[in-house]
């Protein structure tokens, strides 16, 4: 039944309203103009209210539905209740004819009379079953009405603002923490040639280190299977506490690295589901402007215990695997936006958003398969590899639990307070340790 479902997407809605007001929209809806989505602070006076706008309708359609259901159960009881009166008046009738002395036919009555007697029997027990159908909607009716009031309510109240925007702001999140940001959380940030400060998570470490954070995968949440301008704009949520999922957006990124001569490290953790956690990082680290379809350079690989996947991988199918998979230099590629070196089009395909070459030996904006293990048929219409992949560490069939990107100018990677997580820096030989 239809039911079972709308209840659920009901549940849904409410959970969406309660949790929403802890969390950033980085959606761009049609009825609001929102110039800035990360900078725009709580959903509710937007969001919500386009939220609730899609899906009244469907809700009222429900609604009308259950009420016709409901209608028909009821004259179907009514008739239920007609035949009964009719059949005790038949009995009655037969049970008088058969006293009144005409022994003929009473052996034929008394059977006619136990016909009607096992009628009446199994037309009350439809009876109960319809009354019983009856009360049980009628429940239902009553639990969703109570839930689209609650839902209204709860829709109407103003928006808290649970969410902590520190503020502190800078240039770039360890701007933020060289001016006295101490905390991980929400910063406005400003970077040079940026005309609005916007928002971003910052992750500040006890010696002072300022991450600004790119890309965020955890759960499967958010779908980033998007196009050219979500993409350029940032989507998914910002969080203060990092339990969310988003993409920073690459005009933001582009503004970010490309803000001074100081070069930033990008660096790239992930989490596998069986609980292990590698990192990459990539030196000199930059995203060109849009005019230049937002291409990504960096210096060389910094060192990580992942492997250089950026630098493409030998699948061992062919020769030129390495050379046509590695992500140096490339151009961004949407499934609406083609700038990938392949024949087809290895977003569409794959269903992200990256800098695809034909097409990619590292992926973390991939289809989020829950588990890791994927095959070419959970990969859909085109069968190619399309997780969360970076193929120095687990096979293109292995799709990544969690993932982050995230920068900081290359003089404060190294030194005193390398995270003990990401002890594996060492093995580099102190390429890491940049004095500063
Ligand atoms: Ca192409």
Same mark, same amino acid.
């Given at each position: ?20 007001? $802890?969390?950033i929209r980085g959606d761009f809806y049609e009825?609001c103009?929102i110039t800035d989505a990360f900078?725009t ?6 969001g ?72 009446? #029997? ?6 109960? $079953? ?26 109407? /109240? ?40 916007f928002?971003?998570?910052? /992750? ?10 790119l890309q965020r ?5 958010v779908d980033f299977n998007r196009n050219w301008i979500p993409y350029k704009n940032g989507f998914g949520y910002l ?6 999922e988003f993409w920073l957006g690459n005009e933001k990124m582009h ?35 849009e $005019?230049?379809m937002y ?37 961004f590629s949407t499934p609406d936006k ?9 977003a569409l395909?794959?269903g992200s958003g990256w ?10 904006n ?22 969360? #992949? ?43 340790? #940049?004095?500063?």
């Open positions: 039944m239809k039911m079972g479902s709308f209840l659920y997407s009901a549940a849904c809605l409410l959970l969406f309203c309660s949790l929403s007001s $802890a969390q009825s103009k900078g602070y709580c959903p509710t006076t937007c919500v209210a386009d939220y609730l706008q899609k899906y009244k309708p469907e809700m009222d359609e429900e609604l009308t539905k259950l009420e016709d259901i409901l209608d028909e159960i009821t004259n179907l009881t009514k008739g239920a209740s007609d035949k009964i009166v009719y059949l005790k008046d038949s009995a009655t009738k037969a049970q008088k004819a058969s006293t009144a002395g005409h022994t003929r036919q009473s052996s034929n009555m008394l059977d006619d009379i136990l016909r009607f007697e096992k009628t009446i #029997i199994a037309q009350e027990g439809q009876i109960y $079953a319809l009354q019983e159908a009856l009360s049980a909607n009628e429940k239902r009716m009553l639990d969703l009405k109570q839930l689209s009031l609650q839902l209204e309510q709860k829709c109407k /109240e103003p928006c808290k603002d649970t969410v902590g925007i520190q503020p502190v702001t800078g240039k770039d999140c360890q701007d933020v923490a060289n001016r006295g940001g101490k905390v991980s959380g929400l910063y406005y940030v400003k970077p040079e040639k940026a005309e609005e400060s928002l971003v998570y910052c /992750e500040i470490d006890s010696t002072g280190r300022g991450w600004t954070v995968r955890r759960d499967g949440s969080s203060p506490t990092d339990t969310t503004l970010l690295t490309t803000q001074s001569s100081l070069p930033y490290v990008l660096r790239l953790e992930m989490k596998d589901w069986e609980g292990n956690t590698k990192y990459a990082d990539y030196a000199m680290f930059k995203v060109g402007p $005019a230049d291409r990504m350079t960096y210096g060389y690989y910094f060192g990580g215990d992942a492997g250089d996947a950026f630098d493409g991988f030998d699948f061992g199918d062919d020769p030129s695997d390495k050379f046509y998979t590695s992500h140096a230099g490339m151009q083609d700038n990938d070196k392949f024949q087809g089009n290895c395909q794959d800098w695809m070459n034909r097409c990619h030996a590292a992926h973390l991939g289809k989020y398969y829950p588990g890791g293990k994927y095959t070419q048929k959970d990969a859909g219409e085109y069968g190619y590899d399309n997780g969360i #992949i970076w193929a120095t560490w687990h096979s293109r069939w292995y799709s990544l639990k969690e993932t982050t990107m995230k920068i900081i100018p290359i003089n404060r990677i190294g030194g005193k307070g390398q995270e003990g997580q990401f002890a594996g820096a060492k093995q580099f030989g102190g390429m890491g340790d #940049i004095p500063h």
